[in-house]
């Protein structure tokens, strides 16, 4: 047997030290929305302040690296303090020490660039002086427009208010066109709060003459007695032929600047565009994806109109009496209400108020038009069951009773499945798996919503009605 060879033990000799070899840890990075802080100030004194309005802004990780990510930086801080005066930015860059963990090292400057271009400032003096030196930016950038409408406010207007005229007024909104050099700088100046304020926006492009700003402005007196400009929102409309001499108007984006939001400055302006696409006749007023909270003000705007419109109010009453007449939720196929074809095209054409948006009001004036009691509650409330459920599943389009089951298959389950349809409006006895079943649930919260927000509205335009 053979035996390892053994080293001789000399008691002087140190054993020799293993050397070890060290890793360093991969940079995992940070997200931006973690280490960026943004505030919009209207003086340098509140530059640094700590009651200093603070945005929350969409995700940023667009604006840096491919994945989103800030690398190469520990304890990293960034705070950007914005100037609604003059709307340039001021980046204020602080960290413990950068190191290449794998990643590189994010050029922040670069990043920073890539939302707020030339208004961002290098020097934080030269930002300070902006408050003094462009104190009268807005002033001069809206001189060319075109004022359309002036309001009194106490520093708010009411919502879903219609009544726009009031003596010594001090806001107004500036019709502007966008291919116009003062235009097209203005709006510059505003992209960094559309890209950091608007979900999925893009710049529009300022020399498109069929774009067109409406600015919100309000005229106020400072401390000397000298009146300033100061730019409460926008919205940027595109203007579309329509055959054969018409125009089209269309809303692409609308911003009220967060210190000035839920005052009722919205409202205000939607009323504005309202009341241009009346007086200048266009055919219809559309809006390009419209979130829900844009979609409640708007709506308020359209159902004030409508509620003082003679035309329609025949057929408003008509449904409201037969939802009233009967058990509609006890019957297999209850109907959808839909309002009569010359109620919606009187409603375009009088009120600029488009097919879509019409059917959205329609709904909210039956519901005004009903007593809160609950048979005829549940009636309604089948309708909009009904409603949100052919817009779901297209039982318009002919797939009224059709079902889709899924079934088990060594084939290809992603692709087996079994469609039948019930005769006479029947249920069948066929057991529906949980995927379906979730379906139901989903489709119920859907309608659930939907009575949310019409009972909002309601309560909005009518304080009375629950």
Not at 82 to 97: E, L, P, W
Not at 262 to 287: C, M, P, Q, W
Not at 292 to 303: A, E, G, N, Y
Request: proline share 4%.
């Amino acid at each position: 047997m053979g035996r390892k060879q053994q080293l001789s033990a000399d008691p002087t000799t140190e054993p020799k030290k293993r050397r070890r070899v060290g890793f360093s840890d991969i940079d995992a990075g940070v997200e931006p929305n973690e280490c960026i802080k943004i505030y919009l100030v209207s003086s340098k004194e509140e530059v640094g302040a700590p009651d200093s309005f603070c945005i929350d802004p969409v995700d940023l990780n667009s604006f840096f690296e491919e994945d989103g990510k800030i690398y190469g930086y520990q304890g990293l801080k960034i705070t950007i303090w914005v100037s609604i005066v003059s709307f340039h930015a001021y980046a204020d860059i602080t960290f413990q020490s950068t190191s290449d963990g794998g990643k590189g090292i994010t050029d922040l400057t670069s990043s920073l660039q890539n939302i707020f271009a030339e208004t961002l400032v290098k020097n934080k003096d030269d930002f300070l002086e902006t408050f003094s030196t462009e104190n009268d930016n807005i002033r001069f950038a809206v001189s060319s427009g075109e004022v359309l409408q002036h309001k009194a406010s106490n520093g708010h207007v009411s919502h879903c208010d219609s009544h726009l005229e009031a003596a010594g007024s001090d806001l107004e909104v500036v019709r502007m066109v966008v291919d116009n050099v003062a235009t097209g700088h203005l709006y510059s100046r505003l992209v960094p709060l559309v890209l950091l304020l608007i979900d999925g926006s893009n710049p529009i492009d300022v020399t498109d003459p069929g774009w067109e700003l409406y600015v919100l402005i309000q005229k106020k007196k400072d401390q000397q007695g000298d009146i300033q400009h100061r730019l409460l929102g926008f919205t940027a409309i595109y203007r579309f032929f329509h055959y054969p001499d018409g125009t089209r108007m269309r809303l692409s984006q609308i911003l009220i600047l967060p210190p000035y939001q839920r005052k009722g400055y919205g409202s205000y302006l939607v009323e504005v565009l309202s009341n241009v696409t009346i007086a200048e006749n266009v055919h219809d007023f559309t809006v390009e994806e419209p979130l829900d909270s844009f979609q409640h003000v708007r709506t308020c705007v359209d159902i004030q109109h409508l509620l003082a419109f003679e035309p329609i109010q025949d057929a408003v009453k008509s449904a409201v009496l037969q939802l009233k007449q009967g058990k509609l939720s006890k019957k297999i196929h209850a109907p959808r209400f839909v309002p009569p074809a010359s109620a919606v095209e009187d409603a375009r054409k009088s009120l600029k108020i488009n097919k879509k948006q019409f059917f959205q009001c329609w709904e909210i004036l039956i519901y005004l038009g009903l007593d809160t009691i609950d048979k005829y509650m549940e009636d309604y409330m089948a309708i909009i069951s009904n409603r949100v459920r052919a817009n779901i599943l297209g039982k318009d389009s002919g797939t009224e009773g059709k079902r889709v089951i899924d079934v088990p298959s060594t084939y290809d389950p992603e692709t087996s499945f079994v469609m039948f349809r019930s005769h006479d409006g029947e249920p069948s006895s066929v057991q529906i798996d949980g995927t379906q079943t979730n379906q139901e649930e989903q489709l119920q919260q859907l309608v659930d919503e939907r009575i949310k927000q019409i009972k909002l509205i309601a309560q909005k335009v009518s304080p009375h009605k629950v």
